[in-house]
């Protein structure tokens, strides 16, 4: 019913900047919030940060200041601009929104297949 495609991730030095992309498509009559997760290897699922549908955010400590959720509600695509990178930002991103079906015949989170991004030098 609906699918969230990320992309943008890589490799990057650390220091640098990777945007990340997450485009939500199928029986969507609108879209809530909308989040950034990320899962390091053996580490539990974090959120990152969110955006509401009014653009309200919110970031985790460890984010602020260095990056950057936006969202283009016309083609139901949320952004995260990562900047200044670090090694310990290395982990798979998921991006995770708050969906009403079409028709509104019922409401759900989903969750893309996630992207990763590593950190190295």
């Known amino acids: 019913q609906v699918q969230l495609v990320e992309s943008g991730g890589g490799l990057v030095q650390p220091g640098g900047s990777l945007r990340l992309s997450c485009a939500a498509s199928g029986s969507i009559f609108s879209i809530n919030d909308i989040a950034w997760y990320r899962q390091a290897r053996g580490k539990e699922r974090e959120s990152v940060a969110t955006?509401?549908?009014?653009?309200?955010?919110n970031y985790a400590d460890s984010v602020k200041g260095r990056f950057t959720i936006s969202r283009d509600n016309g083609k139901n695509t949320v952004y995260l601009q990562m900047n200044s990178l670090k090694a310990e930002d290395t982990a798979v991103y998921y991006c995770?929104?708050?969906?009403?079906?079409?028709?509104?015949?019922?409401?759900?989170?989903?969750w893309g297949q996630g992207t990763q991004v590593t950190v190295s030098s």
């Open positions: 955006i509401t549908n009014g653009g309200s955010t």
């Open positions: 995770a929104a708050d969906v009403i079906l079409a028709s509104l015949r019922g409401a759900g989170r989903y």
